[in-house]
């Protein structure tokens, strides 16, 4: 009985030294599939019916994300109706092709955290999907001002329609 007990104590106290461990690396695993599967929420539009639709799934907190192709070039961004225009940082406006000494931030735009200035340019295109929109007003901000890219009404007013419905963004040129 004795033998019995003490090998059940020495096998709980053993373990218990290894649950750390264990977590850690359960923790980082599961860290890494929800990364892993925000990304292909983010990454992956669903086209759907004809040429000139797409539609993009919500993603996590509400938000339609996807890759776009702004000037030939993929850029993730969230479809924000409450924006104005299109709206860029510069690291990503740099990417795009516009110089940042170029950039003549003389435009006053109001955001969700205030007042800041800003550059107008002007977008070649910006596709998504089978939707290709050309000429497409935007402003860019200082990184600091935008971490993320803001697909704004001045690309969504050039497309016949967008209704969200369903948990889906549908948008139709």
């Given at each position: 009985m004795f033998v019995r007990t003490l090998f059940t104590v020495m096998m709980l106290a053993l373990s218990a030294s290894q649950w750390p461990t264990i977590a850690v690396k359960v923790e980082a695993m599961l860290a890494d599939r929800k990364a892993a599967s925000l990304d292909n929420v983010a990454a992956k539009p669903a086209t759907t019916g004809p040429s000139g639709?797409?539609?993009?799934?919500?993603?996590?907190?509400?938000?339609?994300?996807?890759?776009?192709k702004m000037n030939g070039k993929p850029v993730e961004a969230m479809v924000d109706t409450g924006a104005s225009t299109v709206a860029i940082n510069v690291s990503t406006a740099r990417r795009l092709g516009f110089s940042p000494a170029a950039l003549d931030f003389r435009y006053e735009v109001n955001t969700a955290n205030g007042s800041i200035k800003a550059a107008h340019v002007i977008l070649d295109r910006i596709e998504i999907g089978t939707i290709r929109v050309r000429a497409?007003?935007?402003?860019?901000?200082?990184?600091?001002?935008?971490?993320?890219?803001?697909?704004?009404?001045?690309?969504?007013?050039?497309?016949?329609?967008?209704?969200?419905?369903?948990?889906?963004?549908?948008?139709?040129?």
């Open positions: 639709q797409t539609v993009l799934p919500m993603g996590p907190g509400g938000h339609y994300i996807g890759t776009f497409v007003d935007a402003f860019v901000l200082s990184d600091q001002a935008l971490s993320s890219t803001l697909v704004g009404m001045s690309f969504l007013t050039k497309l016949r329609s967008y209704t969200a419905d369903n948990r889906a963004l549908r948008m139709i040129q």
